[in-house]
């Protein structure tokens, strides 16, 4: 059906990027994927403010809210990182796309999410899976297309983690998006829309016992302060080697001043040293949390839910 639809409207001449995607919901996800999960496109943002670009389809969980953007139609919308199941990129033929696709799915992947506690585990960064109607032909060729990565804060990040080639009947992912085994991560013939549909339904479930405050997003500063304090639990005397809670938050270097200098001014903290160590010049910033109704609160909550 998926076929048939693309080769009419290409023998029509009147095939578009968004008739791929139209087609791609309308006789396949939409049809298969339960009532909880909803379908569109636009972009996504973390609570960092930091934005992927236009998306061709994002898949919901609709348990987490998501903006319409002013002068857009209804399915173009501003949706949270942590609220996204996967994001996709289809196109007519994937091979001649690659490029672009791999351009998006950094932007994607450039997104972080900072879910407060989940029984999941769903994956820290957003899944990305490339579609194409025509592409590659073999599955040896998948296979080395979703291991080309890019360094992403001095770790190797992959671009993809599934690709499927519709006219071939060929699917592959990444297993290790998750922490229990699976059983295959390739699929052939009939089976390789299975395949997707299996990936998909492991990223929701991912999902289902997630949390997350999303107040955070109107004060992302907060969902630091909280992450701060689970460090101490609750003993506000104790200094704290911020860079080191740094690299584990993966705060780059931009994030990290604006947040420090918003807990300042807020008085939430205070910085004990500020450092340069010799050893690669690396300037240590050592905080200690003042003790307020403000921190108690947060060291609460994530007590509660990490």
Not at 154 to 178: A, P, S, T
Not at 252 to 267: H, M
Request: negative net charge; charged residues 20%.
């Amino acid at each position: 059906m998926l076929m048939a639809a693309y080769e009419s409207n290409n023998l029509a001449s009147t095939y578009t990027m968004g008739k791929e995607r139209e087609t791609f919901i309308n006789l396949f996800l939409s049809n298969v994927l339960p009532r909880q999960f909803r379908f569109g496109s636009g972009e996504i943002t973390d609570i960092g403010g930091n934005l992927s670009g236009q998306v061709d389809i994002v898949i919901e969980y609709s348990i987490f809210p998501s903006l319409q953007l002013p002068g857009a139609g209804l399915e173009t919308r501003l949706y949270l990182a942590e609220g996204v199941a996967a994001a996709f990129e289809v196109k007519s033929n994937l091979a001649e796309k690659w490029e672009d696709v791999k351009k998006a799915a950094q932007k994607i992947k450039r997104l972080k999410r900072r879910f407060g506690g989940s029984m999941g585990l769903p994956p820290p960064f957003i899944p990305v899976i490339a579609v194409g109607y025509t592409g590659w032909s073999t599955m040896n060729t998948l296979k080395g297309k979703i291991e080309e990565g890019f360094e992403l804060e001095g770790i190797e990040e992959k671009y993809v983690d599934g690709i499927l080639i519709i006219d071939k009947g060929l699917f592959v992912w990444r297993q290790n998006m998750f922490s229990i085994p699976q059983i295959s991560h390739a699929f052939e013939g009939p089976q390789a829309l299975w395949g997707l549909i299996s990936a998909l339904h492991l990223l929701a479930k991912s999902l289902q016992s997630s949390s997350l405050d999303i107040a955070f997003y109107g004060s992302p500063e907060l969902a630091i302060l909280g992450g701060l304090c689970s460090w101490v639990n609750g003993d506000f005397t104790e200094e704290i080697n911020f860079n080191n809670f740094a690299r584990r938050a993966h705060l780059d270097k931009q994030e990290q001043e604006r947040i420090i200098s918003i807990l300042q001014e807020k008085g939430l903290i205070q910085i004990v040293s500020n450092e340069i160590q010799t050893e690669g010049e690396e300037r240590i910033l050592k905080i200690k949390i003042i003790e307020n109704d403000e921190t108690k609160g947060a060291s609460q909550y994530f007590s509660a839910i990490v």
